[in-house]
């Protein structure tokens, strides 16, 4: 991580943060329902069905995205969302209530250009059909990713590599939603913290040692 030293301060940068689609903290008053996507984008993120700010539960920040399980999710709209053929990296900090096949992030449709980063019923992190060999535990703050680098998808549980495989499509559906998957089905039951979608690169390619601080903004 680089830093930006301003006078006796010092904040830390992301070297790739002009490459960041969306970045949601989950920071603001509980039970609000205003979601800011801290990226460049500014983009406009809209709550379904009582996804809303908590202060239950947070990795950073005091408080983050709370879903029911039931019918919440949120959503999105960018082109930045369609990453093509290029590479890509989407992670998160979850905290699971419990796990039925919910999604992460995943794009609402069910074309060959869209996708799904989630949990099966095992608790297995999945992108598709490919799945980790570890997995997710309930209760507890887990970081989770996914990214693509020059055609091979690779898993990753707390920065553990879990599994890989050679995936070239070409991914160029948008919107997303947060919270479930493609068919609006299997909702996350619990919370999310710093989301973040990177378009054309891949953060991590081996094991890496998960962030300890909030994503920077700049």
Request: net charge negative; proline share 6%.
């Amino acid at each position: 991580m680089s830093w930006l030293i301003t006078g006796a301060q010092k904040s830390p940068v992301d070297p790739l943060f002009n490459n960041v689609s969306l970045l949601l903290h989950g920071d603001g008053a509980n039970g609000s329902t205003t979601i800011v996507d801290s990226s460049s984008n500014n983009t406009s993120v809209v709550p379904a069905n009582g996804a809303q700010i908590s202060t239950t539960q947070s990795k950073f920040g005091g408080a983050s995205i709370a879903l029911d399980g039931a019918n919440d999710y949120l959503s999105a709209t960018s082109p930045d969302f369609a990453f093509g053929t290029g590479d890509f990296t989407i992670e998160a900090w979850i905290y699971t209530a419990n796990v039925t096949d919910p999604g992460i992030v995943a794009t609402p449709n069910t074309n060959p250009g869209s996708w799904v980063f989630g949990l099966d019923n095992a608790n297995k992190l999945r992108w598709f059909g490919s799945v980790t060999s570890g997995s997710v535990s309930s209760n507890q703050w887990t970081h989770v990713s996914v990214s693509r680098s020059s055609g091979t998808i690779r898993l990753f549980i707390n920065g553990s590599v879990g599994s890989s495989v050679s995936d070239t499509t070409n991914y160029d559906e948008t919107p997303v939603v947060i919270g479930t998957e493609r068919t609006l089905q299997n909702y996350f039951n619990g919370y999310i913290d710093d989301l973040r979608i990177t378009k054309g690169v891949a953060r991590y390619t081996s094991n890496f040692t998960p962030p300890t601080a909030p994503f920077p903004d700049i």
